[in-house]
């Protein structure tokens, strides 16, 4: 490679090259084009795509095409009036609507408590000390309104519990905490549904006296001493929900806890300032998000607190900035005879996309939205550079092709 050829190829970011590269794949070997291609066929191939792959996915199918057309000295046939015409009727006919975590109700965590109980009481050793561990899992997650991250990373040396008093909980690190100086949290002691008793009885009968708070159980019952992955904590809740008969329990996440304190919170009559205070959120708009109300004016109170919040956030030296981002993912196999789809997928959501908030916007597991933090947007860039690489190498790593876009709704920036 000459010197010239080492900074063309520097100019664009490997993951680009990537998805660009899986693009030409994707029109030449699952469509069955052939390059240079002409306008005709490339609004056909958005044709026939247009029910399966996401206006941003054709997008960056597009532009990969077009790469390889410039690459190669050929005219663009991506620019076209009328392949420009077909992507916009496709966006207008296949309108994605975003969709947000199911918010477990405070009926639902009683009914969740009373089926922990009733295992506790008569189910195996086994189904006893789970049942046991995720009473204090999801009494702690809902009333701390707490993200998968945060469950995960609870320590016992970091946490100061007593009987009828209540609990104060440190966590040294997490997602918007770019200082690494930790925060404290409290959780109230409670006569019903109570998060202090919960986590005594769990440290009591998992013998825990030091590390992680949260663990994996095998099916013998043994404890590991690792904690929990964050995203198998969105299994357990929806296991625990479909055990305690709660309907759609499929539809349940992480993420239902912390809209369920906000939604009960809100009903309670908490003005924004208030709950994003208690939850640790420096965005309105984040905390707004989590809130869901059957009462068309409650927002509008809510929001009545709006000013009196932002003030104080600007102030802060440590600001942190929360931005909500829509992915776009697609996974093909490399031949028809690969089965590794599945696990390519599982391991992108457990490890590149769970850490991030991670809410599935579609059953297909084609749109996802995820919650980064970041000091500024030079940073937002190199959180996102090194997310898109890790899942292209996952990607890669399982003999697939992966067609990702993230996009920032608000400004309509893309990585890809």
């Not at 410039?70 to 609507?97: M, N, R, S, W, Y």
């Not at 013998?207 to 904590?233: C, T, Y």
């Not at 809209?259 to 300032?273: I, P, S």
């Not at 109300?293 to 927002?299: C, K, R, V």
């Amino acid at each position: 490679m000459t010197d010239l050829d080492h900074y063309i190829r520097a100019a664009t970011r490997d993951n680009t090259r990537l998805s660009y590269r899986a693009a030409v794949e994707h029109f030449e070997s699952h469509w069955g084009g052939f390059l240079p291609a002409t306008a005709d066929s490339v609004a056909r191939y958005l044709v026939d795509y247009a029910n399966t792959l996401s206006v941003n996915t054709l997008r960056q199918r597009l532009a990969g095409l077009a790469a390889w057309h410039l690459d190669q000295g050929f005219p663009d046939p991506t620019k076209a009036p009328h392949v420009k015409k077909v992507l916009k009727g496709i966006a207008e006919l296949h309108p994605v609507v975003p969709k947000q975590a199911k918010p477990i109700q405070l009926d639902q965590l009683t009914l969740l408590v009373s089926s922990f109980d009733h295992f506790i009481e008569t189910g195996s050793p086994k189904e006893a000390l789970q049942s046991i561990r995720d009473k204090a899992l999801l009494l702690i997650g809902f009333w701390r309104a707490f993200r998968s991250d945060e469950l995960a990373r609870l320590s016992v040396e970091h946490i100061q519990a007593e009987s009828g008093k209540g609990m104060d909980i440190f966590v040294p690190r997490s997602k918007g905490d770019h200082s690494r100086l930790g925060r404290r949290y409290k959780a109230p002691a409670l006569k019903q549904l109570c998060p202090v008793e919960a986590y005594l009885d769990w440290v009591s009968a998992a013998q825990i006296k030091v590390g992680p708070v949260f663990r994996s159980i095998n099916r013998w019952g043994h404890i590991s001493e690792d904690a929990l992955h964050p995203a198998s904590i969105i299994g357990i809740i929806q296991q625990c929900c479909s055990r305690a008969d709660i309907d759609e329990a499929n539809l349940f996440s992480s993420h239902s806890l912390r809209r369920g304190f906000a939604t009960w919170a809100n009903a309670q009559g908490w003005d924004t300032k208030s709950l994003m205070e208690y939850v640790g959120w420096k965005d309105v708009q984040s905390a707004m998000r989590y809130i869901d109300s059957p009462d068309p004016f409650a927002q509008y109170r809510t929001e009545t607190g709006i000013a009196t919040v932002i003030a104080p956030i600007e102030q802060d030296e440590q600001k942190t900035i929360q931005t909500l981002l829509e992915v776009l993912l697609v996974l093909e196999p490399y031949s028809k005879l690969s089965k590794r789809t599945d696990r390519a997928k599982k391991l992108i959501e457990g490890y590149c996309l769970s850490p991030l908030s991670m809410n599935k916007v579609n059953l297909e597991g084609r749109h996802y939205e995820i919650m980064v933090e970041h000091s500024d947007y030079d940073s937002l860039d190199e959180i996102l550079d090194e997310l898109l690489h890790r899942m292209h190498e996952i990607a890669s790593e399982n003999q697939c092709m992966l067609e990702v876009s993230v996009r920032d709704p608000r400004t309509d920036k893309h990585w890809d």
